[in-house]
């Protein structure tokens, strides 16, 4: 057949004919057969000797160089031309091995290549089975979602039966009942279908193969310091003790539950840029505000009580270095998909403060924020594994050796582990990065001062009015003249009020937008249903005396109504859950947590202001503010500063 007609008898195009363009071979040692084919089919491909000449050249046939040319151009399982591969000896590129001999009655010594394919091709309900079972298309989740091979051929075998094959037919008729067969047939089917059966292989290697596709991705590698961070947050491998005074009026220290350290990072310059630790067992949206709040105000040393603990002998923080990176904000935050990460009072601190978009990534991809996930590594191995406290990275680490004893014996807290993860950022912050080959502020440096990469700044006003712990919502004005009840809105289970609304009967039934700091909810902010500004609302009885977070106000809401905790008008009720969360730490490690959380909020917290005096006027229905006196002014500003505890 001429090289005309063989094109001509088969839909191939010029490519699939280019054989420059075919899979090679790569044979180390000289191999002749190969060779005189391969020679023998460019020289029919290239349609220049006949093919007398192109056997006398090669000593292939005429007959061989049509087979080699056609299983040349045959495709393999992938789609791909099998093109020189195909000419290697003893290489298969058609259909695999087709039985034909029946295997019934056969004698002990007889072969049963293909015997297995023979049965599933004979009964496909046979191989529904296996697939069902293999690549659990059905979704068990309770019984035999990943199930033994000899527990599938029990159930291949019943369904054999009931398909009447009977016992002197292939597979009754071995001494294994095909179990060899279904092992090597089942292996098979887990490896060309990785993806599908990839459960099999436990959740990490069941969310890596559904993840990654082979492709690399072609997105540009980020070099503008402050475009996109990182945000994330990791359970420290240490045991952390909290210090109280138990039932018999003794100080115990006892261990408390692992702790959270929540952090964001640049993705161009790989710098730190804020941190913060959660006390509690889960982090909520208030730590991750906190989080956010500690990467955009300028940074202050941190006064260190244990011996030799010191800063390196240069800045090391971002805004310690640079002024251009005070009060910077970034253009994407990286996070997963944790609910206090997209939480709605999170989006709106960073739509209107921070003026960022939100990219949650995919759910349990966190090699989507690898650059995050190296650093929480690397302060495990550097510093954390390395103390007598911690867990190690896994139950039956060697380096777990009995944490609790020794951190009760040693009395470690969450002030020293604060104060270690800060050494540890600044050395981290200041070190050579290998990615980089220089530390990620010398990067940083180099970029705004040579590059002209300038972050994004809060304005002056902008900082002014920043409230990282805001959150908005409407109340209606409570009261009632008649029966001498004044004018006054409820949140969260407290009546607030102040002398401005106490006195304006008129506010009875209005809407009012409150917006609250979450931060310390015993000062509201309200304002009329226009937008006005109207007033500083504070709660009354024991709840307005003392600073307290919303998350505290609804832990104590939630005891009383459970009826576990009890206060009076004389009782603060912040003082109640303490000497609560004191009386359950003995016994239990979660009100360890809560009470660690609360004794670090009373250091940091303000000073409470007990009263506060007329600070407005009304006259004839008109809003108006007194600014005749110094010292209501003055107390309004308080107001002010409680109310915003952010800067």
Known sequence: MSRIRFIENACYTNDDLDYNKWPDVHIDQRNQIFESRKKAVQLYMDGNLSLENITTITGITRKQLYKLARKCLERDEHGHLWGFRALLPYRRTGEKYIRLAQTNGFKKDTRLTGAFKQLLERYPELRELIHDYILNRKRRSIVDRIIRIKDLRTKFLKLARSLEIELNEYPFNTNDKGLRSLYRYVENLITNNAA?????????????????????????????????????????????????????????????????????????TRAVLGYHLCLNREYSSYDVLHTIKNAVV?????????????YPDMPCYPSALLPETEWAVWNELKC?????????????????????????????????????????????????????????????????????????????????????????????????????????????????KYQDMIPRQLSEQERVEANFFSLQTTRVVQGNKKTGKRPHINYEGVPYSSTLLARNFSLIGEKLIVEVNIDDISILKVYL????????????????????????????????????????????????????????????????????????????????????????????????????????????????????TNC
Not at 247 to 267: H, P, T
Not at 298 to 306: C, G, L, S, Y
Not at 565 to 586: H, M, Y
């Open 298 to 310: 300028p940074w202050k040393p941190m006064d260190f009580t244990i011996p030799g603990l010191c």
């Open 196 to 268: 599908e059966s990839s459960f099999r292989f436990g959740e990490e290697g069941d969310r890596r193969l559904n993840r990654f596709d082979g492709k690399e991705s072609t997105k540009d590698y980020n070099v503008v310091p402050y475009h996109s961070v990182q945000i994330d947050g990791h359970k420290i491998d240490v045991v952390l003790t909290v210090k109280f005074t138990n039932a018999y009026g003794d100080e115990v220290s006892e261990v408390m539950s692992r702790i959270w350290l929540l952090l964001i990072i640049d993705e161009a």
């Open 336 to 448: 997963d998909n944790a609910m206090a990460n997209i939480s709605n009072v999170v989006e709106d601190r960073l739509t209107k403060i921070i003026k960022c978009s939100v990219n949650p990534g995919q759910a349990q991809y966190p090699e989507g924020r690898a650059i995050i996930e190296r650093f929480f590594g690397l302060l495990e191995s550097n510093y954390i594994h390395r103390i007598g406290m911690t867990t190690g990275s896994h139950p039956k680490d060697p380096r777990r050796n009995s944490p609790e004893k020794i951190a009760k014996k040693y009395v470690f807290r969450a002030e020293e582990l604060e104060q270690l993860i800060e050494i540890a950022i600044a050395t981290y912050n200041t070190s050579l990065h290998s990615s980089l080959g220089i530390s990620p502020l010398e990067a940083m440096e180099q970029r705004m």
């Open 529 to 644: 249903p226009d937008g006005q500004e109207l007033d500083y609302l504070k709660a009354k009885g024991p709840w307005g005396r003392r600073p307290h977070t919303l998350r505290t106000r609804k832990t104590i809401n939630k005891l009383v109504r459970e009826d576990k905790l009890k206060f009076d008008d004389v009782t603060s009720p912040i003082d109640a859950l303490e000497s609560w969360l004191e009386e359950n730490s003995t016994s239990y490690k979660k009100p360890r947590n809560e009470l660690a959380t609360l004794q670090r909020y009373k250091q940091k917290s303000l000073p409470p202001v007990e009263t506060v005096d007329e600070l407005t006027t009304v006259l004839d229905d008109e809003i108006t503010i007194d600014t005749t006196s110094n010292d209501k002014a003055i107390e309004l500003e308080e107001l002010r500063k409680r109310f915003k």
